[in-house]
C-alpha cells in the first residue's frame, strides 16, 4: 500500500486513577481500532506508569499496522487524557491525589519514548470532547460534559469550543455547592455536588440508609460486609426493586438534578451529556433526574435541552484526546 | 463642522423595572456625554413607556448636539438593554414580570419612532458589558458580571466574547440552587441564590434576625416600621456598627460567596464584577465575601480571580447597551 492512501492515525491514551486505556484511530475518527486496558499501579511510581504508558501505544502501533497495513510512519501523534489540574502548554501534570503525582512533565517523558508529537489534556475535557465528536452530544452548540465516578468531572464546549482557561480549574461541577450547611467533601468544603452523588459518596448514603438493618437485598449483595458496598451494588439492587436502594438512587437523583439545573440555569446548554459508572443506573436515575431538572431550571432552558448518557461507554476518554490531540495540532476535532 | 470630522455617536438605554436610564456615548466610549433617569411608570403601559423611551432618546440627542455640535446624521444607533428573556433576533421581549410585558415588540417600537436602528439585549448582559468595556472588569477574558438589586442578574464574558445563547436563559445566576432544601424562591425553586442574596431577600432575613425585638437601630431607623426595611437600611445599619445588621450582611456575604465560589470551579474567570444595590454595603460585605469565596473555591481559580464592584454604578447599564449595540452592528465592543 503506497504510503500517502494510507489515512492518517492518531494514539489516545486515557489515564485514570484505576485504569490506563489506549486505542488507535484514523486522525478523522471515521475508524476507531479498539483499545486496551490494563490497571494503573501507580503505586509503583510515575516512571514504571510511563514505562506501561509507553508499552501500551508502541503496542496498539504495532496491532493497527498489522490490521491496516500502514506503515509507522502513518502514526502522526498521540492525545492523552490525564487527571488535572495540567499545564497544557508545558505538558505537565501539576498535581493529582489519585496518582500521587506534583509537577510531573507527562507530555515530554512519553514524548522522548515514543518519538512521536505527543498532547495532554483533562480527563474530563477529553470524556465531553469524545462524547461531542463522535457520541452522544454530538452536534451540540454548547455542551455540559460531566463523569460521575470516583469523583465527579466536568467539560465544557461553549460556542462550539471547548472551554480552557490558563488555570485549568474550569469545568470543576463536582465541587460547586448545592447545599451551603451540607455535607463535608473530601475537598475540604462544605455541601459540594461531589460529597452527595459521587460513587463513593453514593455508597456511603447507602450504607446509612440501612440503618445497620438487615432487610434491604444490598446487605445480602455483599454477604454482610458493608464495607464492600459500592455505588454499582446499589444501581443492581435499585433495579431488583429493593426499596432503600430506589431511595437512595432517587436521592441520588435529585442532588445531581439541583447540580445540572444550576448548569442550565447558567449556560443554557443544548446537551448535558452524562459519562461514568453513574450511567449504570440506567432510567432508574435518569428519569428522578430529569423530573428534578424540569422543576428547578427555568421552562426555556429545558425545553433547549436534552439530558443524556454518554455513548461511549469506557471509550469516551480515549476519542476524546485524539480529539484533543487533532485540536490542539490543527485546530479541528 | 464639516460633517466628517464629528465623532459618530450612540444612545445607550437602560430599561428597568423603576427607572429608564438614557445617555449619549461617542461610539468609541472615548466621550460619555451624561444620563438621564426618569421612573419607568410601567402600570401606564408599553405604549406610555415606549413614549417615555422616545422622547428621552430625542432629548439626549437634543442636548449631545448642543453639547458638541454634532449633526443628527452622526447618531448612528441606539442600543436598549431590556429585562429579558428576550428574542434578540426579532427585538421582543418575551416575558417581563417587572413591566408585565409578554411578546412585545419593543425595538420596532423604538425604531419607527426615532428613525434609527436599535439593537436590545439582556439588561444583565448590558451591565456585565459595560463594566468589560469602560469598568472594573475591563482587560478580563473571562468575566462573570452580576447585577444584585431587586433581583440578582448575571452577565458572561467568556474567551473574550458576550456568551449569548438563542433561548437566552444563560447567565441565571440568582437562579442557582445553593441549598437544596433550603428558602423558597419567587421563581417558585428552593434553596436559589436569589432567595438569600437580594435587596429584599437581604431586608427580609433582616426582620427575621431582630425576633420582632427593638435593640437594633435597624428598627429606628424605620421608625419601628418594618415592612420598610430595605436592604440599603441594613449596609447603612451595618456600617454604623450595628450588630444585628453586621450579622446579616456577613451572612449575606457568606451565601453569596458559595454561589461565586461556585462560578470560580464552573469558569475559573479573571474577573467577577458585581454591580446594583449591594455594592452600597462596601467592604462590609465584600471583605467576608472574598474570605468565603477563598474557603470554597479552588485555590488556583481563586488566585486568577479579582472579585470587584463595578466602577460605573447607575451607568453600566447605558454604557453596555451601547457596547452591545456596536457589537451585533459592527462585531466590536
Known sequence: MPKSKSPRYVIGVDLGG???????????????????????????????????????????????????????????????????????????????????????????????????PVKLDNDANCATLGEWWLGAAKGGRNVVGMTIGTGIGGGLILDGRLYHVSSDIAGEIGHTTIDVTGRRCKCGNYGCLEAYA??????????????????????????????????????????????????????????????????????????????????????TLFDPLRREVRKRAFAAAVAACRIVPGSLPGNAGVVGAVASFNQQTRGVA
Do not use: C
Open 198 to 283: 459521587s460513587g463513593p459518596s453514593i455508597a456511603e448514603r447507602a450504607r446509612e440508609a440501612m440503618h445497620g438493618e438487615h432487610d434491604s437485598i444490598m446487605y445480602t449483595l455483599v454477604d454482610g460486609e458493608m464495607e464492600r458496598l459500592t455505588a454499582a451494588i446499589v444501581y443492581d439492587a435499585a433495579k431488583k426493586g429493593d426499596g432503600t436502594a430506589l431511595e437512595v438512587v432517587r436521592e441520588t437523583a435529585r442532588f445531581l438534578g439541583a447540580g445540572i439545573a444550576n448548569l442550565l440555569n447558567i449556560f443554557n446548554p443544548d446537551v448535558v451529556v452524562i459519562a461514568g459508572g453513574v450511567t449504570q443506573a440506567g432510567e
Open 18 to 116: 484505576t485504569n490506563i486505556v489506549v486505542g488507535a484511530m484514523t486522525e478523522d475518527g471515521a475508524s476507531d481500532l479498539g483499545t486496551r486496558s490494563e490497571p494503573t499501579r501507580s503505586d509503583q511510581g510515575a516512571d514504571a506508569v510511563v514505562e506501561r504508558i509507553v508499552r501500551m501505544i508502541e503496542l496498539a502501533i504495532t496491532e493497527a499496522m498489522a490490521a491496516t497495513g500502514a506503515k509507522r510512519a502513518h502514526f502522526v501523534g498521540v492525545g492523552v487524557g490525564a487527571p488535572g489540574p495540567l499545564d497544557r502548554a508545558r505538558g505537565v501534570v501539576l498535581t493529582t491525589p489519585n496518582l500521587g503525582w506534583q509537577n510531573f512533565p507527562l507530555r515530554d517523558a512519553i514524548s522522548e519514548r515514543v518519538q512521536l
